[in-house]
């Protein structure tokens, strides 16, 4: 009967995974005796539980090779950290003639030290400081006409909030307008009537 393939996950019953553990730990154990007499290898095995109980196989001593093991590591760390300081020396030794060679190349560029130059050599600085002007220029040019095209459109859109904005107020006066001439104009009077002229009683007197 074939086994089926375990999934490798964190076992989740308690039960099953101290069987699994006690299992695995005894052919582990095995294994690793078979290994150092078959081969007559220095095998060291240590094994904690999940409740930290300590489970070791030596084919000689313990101590001793943990020792070993740490002087090793020792060792390779030593050798590790010897190739890296090596590794930063010559890039550290490359940075710097890169740096040389850029103060020159400046120094150069301002007109420094050109006595030491060949005809050859200053004539390719001129080239240089001629492409130089020229990608200045052309890069000065190119933001000029962009900042002239965003005026623009600023111009543009203002005027066109401008027009907005007149139209409506056109529009306000006319209807303010129209409104004042249908009103009726009423004044109101607050006092005693009009006095009406005094008749001449003397019209009326007898005769």
């Known amino acids: 009967m074939v086994r089926g393939k375990v999934e490798m996950k964190r076992i989740e019953n308690p039960t099953s995974r101290q ?18 007499v078959l081969c007559d290898a220095e095998v060291a095995l ?14 000689s001593n313990m101590q001793k090779s943990i020792e070993k093991y740490l002087e090793r590591a020792r060792e390779e760390q030593g050798n590790e950290v010897e190739q ?3 590794y930063l020396k ?11 060679l850029l103060e020159n190349s400046q120094r150069k560029l301002l007109g420094q030290n050109l006595g030491a130059y060949s005809l050859q050599e200053l004539h390719e600085t001129e080239n240089q ?8 220029r052309a890069r ?28 409506k ?25 009009t006095t009406r002229k005094a008749l001449d009683f003397s019209t009326f007197t007898s005769k």
């Open 169 to 193: 107020c056109e529009v306000r006066e006319s209807q303010s307008q129209t409104t004042l001439s249908s009103e009726v104009v009423t004044e109101l009077f607050i006092g005693p009537p």
């Open 46 to 59: 240590i094994i904690f539980s999940q409740k930290g109980r300590l489970y070791e196989f030596s084919s």
């Open 129 to 136: 400081l001629q492409r130089s002007l020229h990608n200045v």
């Open 90 to 100: 010559h890039e550290a030794a490359l940075m710097m003639k890169k740096i040389e």
């Open 84 to 86: 890296r300081m090596k």
């Open 19 to 36: 069987v699994t553990f006690s299992k695995r730990r005894n052919g582990l154990l095995k294994k690793a005796y078979e290994l150092s």
């Open 140 to 167: 000065k040019a190119q933001l000029y006409k962009e900042e002239t095209e965003k005026l623009l459109a600023k111009e543009k859109f203002l005027l066109e909030e401008n027009s907005k904005l007149s139209q």
